[in-house]
């Protein structure tokens, strides 16, 4: 009953949240690799979910601006950085980047169609390549 009422009060959890959201945006502004935006990302949803839950406004516009700022001004970079764990999107964002900025919804969508068309073209051939590599 204490938790509820005193530690989970409302005002107590906003505080808690806008807190939290600060604390986002600065490590958004100092991300070195695309890979911490993961984590951010992960966190920010968990926050935006808690705000949902106790009905407090708490504004996290500022985390998503960074982020299109950083895909944006690194987006000729971030190809370059490619390990395993890194996706293989990049492409993708960018023209649906550059057609959403423009209004073209139908254009960016028509690419994308054709992208996840390749790349299961692509997926198909190399599961038949390594069956028969297998035999």
Do not use: C, H
């Not at 293989?88 to 423009?102: C, H, P, Q, S, W």
Request: hydrophobic content about 50%; cysteine-free.
């Amino acid at each position: 009953m204490f938790l509820r009422l005193k530690v989970y009060a409302r005002a107590n959890v906003k505080a808690y949240l806008k807190k939290t959201a600060n604390g986002l945006i600065e490590k958004a502004k100092n991300i070195s690799r695309y890979s911490d935006w993961f984590s951010i990302a992960e966190e920010k949803a968990q926050l935006d979910v808690m705000a949902i839950q106790y009905d407090v406004d708490v504004d996290t516009q500022e985390i998503n601006r960074l982020f299109q700022q950083y895909a944006l001004e690194q987006f000729g970079k971030l190809s370059q950085n490619i390990d395993k764990a890194s996706p293989a999107a990049t492409l993708t964002v960018a023209l649906y980047l550059y057609a959403n900025e423009r209004g073209e919804t139908e254009i960016a969508f028509a690419i994308a169609a054709i992208l996840m068309i390749l790349t299961l073209i692509i997926n198909l051939a190399a599961g038949l390549v390594g069956r028969r590599l297998k035999k």
